[in-house]
């Protein structure tokens, strides 16, 4: 399934229903968008997105069962029935192609000024870390006051970092985070180093980059992740920032691509990676494997002709030293 078949199919979703037809995101228009059938029933838009049930299956890794996206997208379409069809579509698509879940652990689906995006939580990062097979296990946390904690990045790891939460604090005694980490330990045995962003790294951060955040606070909205969840904002940008310090998979860099060009308002699906390429970088990095391994083996040895002392010169020779 390459990415150009993904595009064609959207944009041919996206004219089939009477509020679209292109996938480009105009976010200036003041039109109304309706959706196919009642868009205030869930039981309509799932039938609407069931006719694309095949192009969701086809961009599903095979283990992920399509009943089970679906059945954790369902609880979500009436939170999108004010978005435009295309976006909805493409959101979904795009979700199903890097294999995360829309149930609000891995991934959701969510509206962004009546564009439906797809965002990846924290936990749907790692979870691509992990099948790209360079990281074996990710480390994150968010260190509060009364937390026992050791920074020192000059130290050999993994006397380097140390926290010890205080378990037994009460929520509501354990105050703002100090800051969020993560790190990674590689193939080999191999660790990451640490990526600390404290809370005003955060703030800072999303300040800056989010355009969702500022959209949400310039409509009086505040229903951006940023408003709802900042804890996992805040851990999620120290996990985006540990990913810098890893090997990254073909997947991983187009993560970042699509998340990048919610916030810019383009469409989605336009910067996931197709599986071809990705298939390709896969064989690249066995070839290089294998590259790496045949140095390792002791060369061969020479054969060595058996029989005691020099051998003797051919009569051909002999005869011919002769005339």
Same mark, same amino acid.
């Given at each position: ?6 595009k ?6 996206a004219? =089939?229903?009477? =509020?679209?037809?292109d996938i480009?995101h ?8 309706? *959706?196919?059938?009642?868009d205030?029933?869930?039981? $309509? ?5 069931g006719?694309? *049930?095949?192009? /969701? ?13 679906f ?7 009436? +939170?999108? !029935? ?7 579509? &493409?959101? /979904?698509?795009?979700?199903? !192609?890097?294999?995360?879940?829309p ?13 439906a ?18 990281? +074996?296990s990710v480390?994150?946390g968010? /260190?509060?006051?009364?937390d026992?904690?050791n ?9 380097d ?9 009460a +929520? ?5 985070p100090?800051?969020?980490y ?5 193939e ?23 355009k969702?955040? &500022?959209?949400a606070?310039? $409509?009086?909205?505040?229903? =951006? ?6 804890d996992d904002?805040?851990?999620?940008t ?6 810098k310090?890893?090997? &990254? =998979?073909?997947?991983l860099?187009?993560? /970042?691509?699509?998340? &990048?060009?919610a916030e810019d ?7 996931a ?5 990705a ?5 690249? !990095?066995q ?10 083996r ?7 002709k058996g029989?005691?002392?020099?051998? +003797?010169?051919?009569? *051909?020779?002999?005869? !011919?030293?002769?005339?």
């Open positions: 399934m390459a990415l150009t078949s993904l064609d199919r959207v944009r041919a979703a004219a =089939s229903t009477p =509020s679209s037809d480009r105009d976010r200036a228009e003041d039109v109304e968008e309706t *959706r196919a059938g009642h205030d029933q869930a039981a $309509s838009a799932a039938d609407w997105l006719q694309y *049930r095949a192009d /969701v299956e086809a961009a599903l890794p095979k283990h992920i069962s399509a009943d089970l996206f059945a954790a997208l369902r609880p979500t379409l009436p +939170k999108l !029935r004010g978005c435009t069809p295309a976006s909805v579509l &493409q959101a /979904v698509i795009t979700c199903a !192609r890097f294999g995360l879940v149930d609000g652990r891995q991934a959701v689906i969510t509206a962004d000024d009546r564009i995006v797809f965002i990846a939580t924290y936990h749907g990062y790692i979870d691509l870390m992990y099948r790209s097979g360079l990281v +074996k480390v994150t968010l /260190v509060y006051p009364g026992e904690w920074w020192e990045p000059t130290a050999l790891p993994p006397a970092f140390t926290h010890k939460p205080d378990v037994l604090a +929520k509501k005694d354990r105050g703002e100090l800051f969020a993560a790190f990674a330990w590689l080999g045995g191999v660790r990451s180093a640490v990526a600390v962003v404290t809370r005003e790294d955060a703030e800072d951060t999303r300040d800056e980059y989010s969702a955040y &500022q959209r606070e310039q $409509s009086g909205a505040k229903d =951006s992740f940023w408003h709802l969840r900042f904002m805040h851990v999620k120290a996990v985006r920032r540990m990913a310090l890893v090997p &990254q =998979s073909a997947e860099r187009a993560l /970042v691509a699509v998340e &990048q060009a308002g383009a469409p989605q699906i336009l910067a990676i197709d599986p071809e390429t298939a390709l970088e896969a064989e690249a !990095r070839a290089a494997k294998a590259a790496e391994a045949s140095q390792d002791p060369a061969p040895r020479l054969a060595v029989g005691r002392g020099r051998a +003797k010169p051919r009569r *051909r020779n002999r005869d !011919r030293n002769k005339r």
